[in-house]
C-alpha cells in the first residue's frame, strides 16, 4: 500500500506560483498513475492533472492547461505540480492521488484512484 503526503500549499497573490510536491512511500510509484485533484470550499472533489506511470502522457483541466505543469521522479518516488499565473479561483486543498488500475479515459475519475494524500491548502489572494 502507498501512503502519501502533499506538501508546498500556501498562500500567493493572483499571478504568483507555487510548486505542490507528493511524496510517496511504501510502495514505488513506478506501477502508478497518479493525479492531482482539488476541493474548493462547498464544491466537488475536481481533476487536475494526471500523469502516466512514465510520465510519458499528461493529462489536464481546460482551465489549468498552459499554466499547470504535472511531472513525476520516479527514483525519488515524488509527483510535482507546478502551477503559474494562479488566480483565486484556484484555491482549494490540493490532493495527490495514485491508482494502481489503469484503465484508457479513466484519467480524470476520481473513483479509479486508490489511494489519497492527505492535502494541502493552497489560497490565492486577488
Known amino acids: 500500500q502507498v501512503q502519501l503526503v502533499e506538501s508546498g500549499g500556501g498562500l500567493v497573490q493572483a499571478g504568483g506560483s507555487l510548486s505542490l510536491s507528493c511524496a510517496a512511500s511504501g510502495r514505488t510509484i513506478s506501477s502508478y498513475a497518479m493525479g492531482w485533484f482539488r476541493q474548493a470550499p462547498g464544491k466537488e472533489r475536481d481533476f487536475v492533472a494526471a500523469?502516466?506511470?512514465?510520465?510519458?502522457?499528461?493529462y489536464y483541466m481546460d482551465s489549468v492547461k498552459g499554466r499547470f505543469t504535472i511531472s513525476r521522479d520516479n527514483a525519488k518516488n515524488t509527483v510535482t505540480l507546478q502551477m503559474n499565473s494562479l488566480n483565486p479561483q484556484d484555491t482549494a486543498v490540493y490532493y495527490c492521488?495514485?491508482?494502481?488500475?489503469?484503465?484508457?479515459?479513466?484519467?480524470?475519475?476520481?473513483?479509479?484512484?486508490?489511494?489519497w494524500g492527505q492535502g494541502t491548502q493552497v489560497t490565492v489572494s486577488s
Open positions: 492521488a495514485a491508482r494502481s488500475t489503469v484503465v484508457p479515459g479513466t484519467e480524470t475519475k476520481r473513483a479509479w484512484y486508490d489511494h
Open positions: 500523469i502516466t506511470q512514465t510520465g510519458g502522457t499528461t
